[in-house]
């Protein structure tokens, strides 16, 4: 019981119910030398862990769970536990280990961590090609990911069927509009974006670190509606360079 996380008081507890059967919590108290003081809170947590069935008389009379039960119960959780940390750890760990030396992208569950330009933009186009059903949003401050040529067409063939509004830095204002002026997209300016993103069904976040890029995917409900929160709060004081 102290390999599986039990306190002394609750296995002196569980240990005398055995004994005894059925008690009250004064009886079991006098027998264990618990205080009355802390019997109660022992008796909780020995109830959280199915490990005693209390009455419905009263006194109230605690017994203990049959030890078969009580320990088929601790297997099934343990095998659950187990199976959990084999799924999001190690697993996500063997892909981060193949990654590094693969350059290829990481797996984490509904994660995907993405290295390299060339598998930066390779996922950018697979997002918006195949995980975009309405709305879309494009936070990009890197020249050499907007100019790539396969890029720019998936941008405009995209904007003849999606709204799609593009933020792009200051510096890069004339370079936005000599390629996008004649697609339909809504596009702002603004003097700082320390990194960019593309927001559809799921999001992707690129930053660059020493010369390296570096993208966090994900089609997580909770990153997606954060992205675009934090994207609206940056639009709406960008300047107005296009609106269609």
């Known amino acids: 019981m102290k390999v599986l996380g039990f306190t002394d008081s609750e296995i002196k507890a569980y240990l005398t119910l055995v004994t005894h059967g059925g008690l009250s919590a004064v009886e079991l108290s006098e ?3 618990i205080p009355m003081t802390k019997i109660y809170s022992v008796l909780k947590r020995l109830r959280e862990k199915n490990w005693v069935i209390v009455s419905n008389t009263r006194p109230t009379i605690f017994y203990p769970s049959p030890p078969v039960e009580a320990w088929n119960y601790v297997k099934k959780k343990l095998l659950s536990e187990i199976e959990t940390l084999e799924d ?3 697993k996500d760990l063997q892909n981060i280990y193949n ?4 350059g290829a992208e990481v797996v984490l569950s509904t994660l995907y961590m993405v290295y390299g330009y060339e ?10 090609e195949k995980k975009c059903s309405g709305y879309v949003m494009i936070a990009l401050p890197f020249k050499e990911i907007i100019e790539n040529g396969r890029l720019i067409e998936k941008i405009k063939w995209l904007s003849s069927s ?3 509004k593009f933020l792009a830095s200051k510096e890069l204002k004339d370079f936005i509009l000599e390629r996008f002026k004649s697609s ?3 596009i702002r300016v603004r003097d700082k974006l320390f990194g960019g993103g593309i927001i559809c069904d799921e999001v992707m976040f690129i930053v660059k670190n020493k010369g390296l890029y570096v993208g966090l995917r994900s089609d ?7 992205a675009r929160i934090y994207f609206e709060y940056l639009w709406k004081d960008g300047e107005i360079v296009l609106l269609t």
Request: charged share 20%; glycine share 4%.
């Open 162 to 164: 999606f709204e799609i």
């Open 99 to 102: 990654a590094t030396r693969s």
């Open 31 to 33: 027998r264990t030398g």
């Open 184 to 186: 339909k997209l809504k």
């Open 119 to 128: 598998s930066i933009v390779n996922s950018i186009v697979d997002l918006l």
């Open 88 to 90: 999001f750890f190690v």
């Open 220 to 226: 997580m409900d909770f990153f997606v509606n954060l």
